[in-house]
């Protein structure tokens, strides 16, 4: 009996399971690479369920906040303007994964656009490069280093 049944639970139990009763039974090399590869996906998994609804609401309320500076730059942002409005029209407060991720994706338009639109030399671009750079933090944190285990 699990007795925490998170999801980021339930895939250690699963990566327990595998490795102490599956892999030991494993004689077949490809089979043993397969079973390295999906614990490795698995960790990867559990992490990821742990923090990815927080960081696409933080990240949505963040480019939210930045795209209304870079409206506020001037009639050179209307990209920016339509993603924004886009994402408002989409706004509610349902924490159901569906519901963020859409969110989430209408704000990457929001900062695909700023990052189109807002000048090299403007003062406001080193906030969209560090947002940008946040998104690409969690990837990597998400991801960890993915390596497929060489299969012989």
Known sequence: MITQPTTARILEVVRQELAENVLPVTTDVQAQASLQMIDHILVTVTERVQHEIAWMVEETE?????GEQV????????????????LRSSVSNSLQYDDVAARYSLAGEVLSCALEEVPTSAPLRTAVEAQLDLRMQHEVEIMGEFELVART
């Not at 963040?62 to 930045?66: D, G, H, K, N």
């Not at 409206?71 to 886009?86: E, F, K, N, Y």
Request: glycine share 10%; hydrophobic share 60%; net charge negative.
């Open 62 to 66: 963040s480019i939210t906040a930045l």
């Open 71 to 86: 409206v506020d730059m001037g009639p050179d942002a209307s990209g920016v303007a339509l993603a924004l409005a886009a």
